[in-house]
Antibody, heavy 124, light 108 residues
Framework: EVQLLESGGGLVQPGGSLRLSCAAS????????MSWVRQAPGKGLEWVST????????FYADSVKGRFTISRDNSKNTLYLQMNTLSAEDTAVYYC?????????????????WGQGTLVTVSS | SYVLTQPPSVSVAPGQTARITCGGN??????VHWYRQKPGQAPVVVVY???DRPSGIPERFSGSNSGNTATLTISRVEAGDEADFYC???????????FGGGTKLTVL
């Protein structure tokens, strides 16, 4: 059974940093691209970033490029999102999601499994 | 960058057919995916690659994609279908995943 478990969310002050983790199980982790998608309170889904299975391809939304870094440790079956220079606009539930294959060739595919999300609140 | 436009809300009586649209420039050149999200839950894919349905999703859910509009059709709507629905594509020009703004389906 595929499971994705996010952690690392919490309350952080504006300008601060936070690192989210997503522990994966039930599939061969390094065979699949992984993504972060966020949802601000009462708002829609917003894609944040995607990382290929081998880690050689990274893609970022314009709103986070230069501030957030996606990475993975395939030996630990874990996806990360390092978030720096946070602002109130980054307040959201952050979901990790599994892609349909590992390479950039299938970035057009859907996400077939999602975690339950971790809440990040940026406030003073 | 590429934009997907969804109606904010769609209302339908039980047993009727709901159609949720997703507009985008030449969207039929892209592979469209649809997610359902119930309150407090993570999104779940209900249709992928325009019209394919994952295992476990009822046949009542179907998709189409033509011209500038992709459509998610839910037949014989049930009260339990109430949820927010999002369309999604990949834009190879910007290398971005794009979500539509979402449509709240209300069952009257």
């Amino acid at each position: 059974e595929v499971q994705l478990l996010e952690s690392g969310g919490g309350l952080v002050q504006p300008g601060g940093s936070l690192r989210l983790s997503c522990a994966a199980s039930g599939f061969t982790f390094n065979d699949y691209a992984m993504s972060w998608v966020r949802q601000a309170p009462g708002k829609g889904l917003e894609w944040v970033s995607t990382l290929t299975g081998s880690g050689d391809g990274t893609f970022y939304a314009d709103s986070v490029k230069g501030r957030f870094t996606i990475s993975r440790d395939n030996s630990k079956n874990t996806l990360y999102l390092q978030m720096n220079t946070l602002s109130a606009e980054d307040t959201a539930v952050y979901y990790c999601a599994k892609g349909m294959c590992g390479s950039s060739a299938c970035l057009g595919g859907h996400s077939d499994y999602w975690g339950q999300g971790t809440l990040v609140t940026v406030s003073s | 960058s590429y934009v997907l436009t969804q109606p904010p809300s769609v209302s339908v009586a039980p047993g009727q057919t709901a159609r949720i649209t997703c507009g985008g420039n030449n969207i039929d050149s892209k592979s469209v995916h649809w997610y359902r999200q119930k309150p407090g839950q993570a999104p779940v894919v209900v249709v992928y690659a325009d019209s394919d349905r994952p295992s476990g999703i009822p046949e009542r859910f179907s998709g189409s994609n033509s011209g500038n509009t992709a459509t998610l059709t839910i037949s014989r709507v049930e009260a339990g279908d109430e949820a927010d629905f999002y369309c999604q594509v990949w834009d190879p020009i910007s290398d971005h995943v794009i979500f539509g703004g979402g449509t709240k389906l209300t069952v009257l």
